[in-house]
């Protein structure tokens, strides 16, 4: 299989490469041992050469991966690399020397992987977060006025972070030290430790996201089944088991480049049911019912506010549902690990979060003006006409089933490259072995997303908690604190001699037990960026502790009114 960069083992040039550098290389069994500079060499390799082929093929000529980079321009940008004691790029050879055969073949296979382009992007980030769906309940949550400017100010933040995120990632991977997930930039940055949290948290956010969907699709399911009098009757435990059942078939494609075209479809789903439940809800009275059933709210009329007079525990849910609106960052480097060009990846992301921004705050203003206090986590299940209601539910069925195969996607990928490649040293997952192992993992995944969807049967509260646990991480407080800690190692260099690939740490004036070293760290280069990245870590990780309290005492009262508990087959809608 042909394709823009692959190495050829039997290339004479890069045989003799790899001979001239084997003799004094050294060589890592542990990626923790990696030195950054090793990091950064590599990676700034990469881009140049995707840079290379990127305006090669422009010019209608076929690209060539052992042609000269130098007419090529720095992919790093004008400050990040002034102060990087990093060697130019004069030959792309240098990519694959001392890399053994195997890890040739990991490298050519994770290049044939690379084919995502930004378009795809946008619908993989858009269905990955458009489900404007909550939208309304956080506005109700909050009022019109505190509502419409934590919207703004969180979408401002979250462009902010992924652009953090997509920076970091441009600087860290290469086909030699991949960036495969999210983990990977925190271990490099912070440690084995750090990984360690990041895949756990990433673990639980996506599993719980799939059980959340599991369950929004459950109750579709049963307001379908109920019928127009309400007589029909599915028990609610079983609604939630068919999608997870569906889930374990749509869970056996593994690549994301497969999953844009569903995406694509997700993405004017999304949109198509928008539209059609605002219309709905302009010419439908609330679903009293579903109100009184899920949340407790008598039948009335309807009131709107400009700032709620609600408990400071709903007001924190409400935030805490406009962060899950946000909430796609921590997917966004497996996403550019399969991209062509992940220099692109900004402007997937930008398209991506200015619809999404426009599509959540329409919405979610619209239908609280109609509804008010009456509105559902799920607002378009707050249609009272069951036709109607029936429209938006099987365009949501549809539409949720591909989001929730896309985290099954990542969530598999990153149990996989964790457990079975990183613990006990299994087989790749392009082989035939590993094939067989993603098909068993699929099946225990989505019968985990079951158990996440039926012990806890709240939309909103199951969502907040997430957010504030994990998704408030990965979108909001991690991206500046890697992003100060790579500063404070990278401004640290900036004495050091130019680093020779495989040469270790030998070209360090000092070592982290110096004092002298972390004042070049933190008081050198941009202080005052490092000074912003740290009030925003530390402030936003308050915010994810406030959001745990909110949540929780609302889990705990909506227990209290509810006709639904756990593993139930009464509906809560």
């Known amino acids: 299989m042909d394709f823009p960069g692959k190495i050829e083992l039997d290339n004479e040039i890069v045989m003799d490469e790899m001979k001239d550098v084997s003799s004094h290389h050294i060589s890592y069994t542990d990626i923790s041992d990696v030195p950054f500079e090793e990091f950064l ?6 881009r140049t050469q995707e840079e290379h082929a990127a305006a090669t093929l422009q010019k209608g000529v076929e690209s060539d991966s052992s042609s000269s980079p130098s007419s090529t321009r720095n992919p790093f940008g004008r400050w990040a690399n002034a102060r990087l004691p990093l060697a130019d790029v004069t030959s792309f050879d240098a990519t694959t020397a001392n890399m053994t055969a195997d890890e040739l073949e990991r490298a050519n296979a994770r290049r044939a992987l690379r084919q995502a ?9 858009t269905t ?4 404007p769906f909550n939208a309304p309940i956080a506005i109700a949550q909050l009022g019109y006025v505190p509502g419409i400017i934590l919207y703004t100010v969180m979408g401002i933040a ?15 991977d290469s086909d030699r030290y991949p960036v495969k997930t999210y983990s990977d930039i925190c271990e490099r940055i912070f440690g084995r430790s750090a990984r360690h949290i990041c895949t756990f948290l990433q673990s639980l956010q996506l599993i719980v996201n799939v059980g959340v969907i599991c369950l929004s699709n459950g109750q579709s399911l049963a307001q379908i089944v109920a019928g127009n009098n309400g007589t029909g009757y599915i028990c609610f435990s079983l609604a939630i088991v068919i999608w997870a059942l569906f889930g374990m078939v749509i869970g056996q494609i593994r690549t994301l480049q497969s999953f844009s075209l569903l995406a694509n479809f997700s993405v004017w789903a999304n ?8 219309g709905f809800i302009a010419h439908s009275p609330p679903n009293y019912a579903a109100a009184l059933a899920s949340m407790g709210v008598p039948m009335g009329p309807v009131v709107t506010h400009a700032s709620v007079p609600l408990p400071a525990t709903t007001k924190i849910n409400g935030i805490m549902q406009m962060v899950f609106a946000y909430g796609g960052a921590m997917i966004f480097p497996e996403i550019m690990a399969e991209m062509r060009r992940p220099m692109d990846f900004w402007k997937g992301m930008a398209c991506a979060q200015s619809l999404i921004y426009v599509a959540y705050l329409v919405y979610g203003v619209f239908v609280y003006s109609f509804q ?10 707050g249609v009272s006409k069951y036709s109607w209601q029936t429209v938006g539910n099987i365009l949501a069925l549809i539409s949720g089933i591909i989001a929730a195969g896309l985290y099954g996607n990542i969530g598999i990928k990153v149990a996989y490259v964790n457990i079975v490649e990183d613990w006990f040293h299994g087989p790749s997952l392009l082989s035939r072995k590993g094939h067989v192992i993603w098909a068993i993992m699929v099946v225990v995944y989505w019968a985990l997303a079951y158990i996440v969807g039926s012990a806890v049967p709240q939309v909103e509260n199951i969502s907040s908690l997430i957010a504030a646990i994990c998704i408030m ?12 800690g790579y500063d404070v ?10 680093y020779m690939p495989g040469h270790g740490t030998t070209g360090r004036i000092d070592t982290w037990k110096d004092s002298s070293r972390w004042r070049r760290g933190i008081l050198t280069g941009r202080v005052w960026f490092k000074a912003l990245n740290l009030v925003l870590a530390v402030g936003f990780l308050a915010m994810a502790g406030l959001g745990m309290w909110g949540s929780g005492v609302s889990i705990k009262q909506a227990f209290e009114v509810s006709s639904t508990t756990s593993f139930s087959c009464t509906a809560p809608v």
């Open 372 to 381: 008010g206090q009456f509105t559902l986590p799920l607002a378009y299940q």
């Open 473 to 484: 991480q990965f979108s909001y407080t991690f991206p500046p604190a890697l992003r100060l």
């Open 158 to 172: 979250a462009f902010y972070c992924g652009i953090l995120l997509w920076r970091l990632f441009i600087h860290l």
């Open 489 to 498: 190692i990278t401004d640290a260099m900036s004495e050091d001699a130019v």
């Open 271 to 278: 949109l198509l049911i928008i539209f059609t439940s605002m």
């Open 128 to 131: 990955d977060i458009l489900g």
């Open 117 to 125: 382009g930004w378009a795809a992007v946008f619908y993989l980030i």
């Open 41 to 46: 060499h590599y990676s700034l390799i990469q």
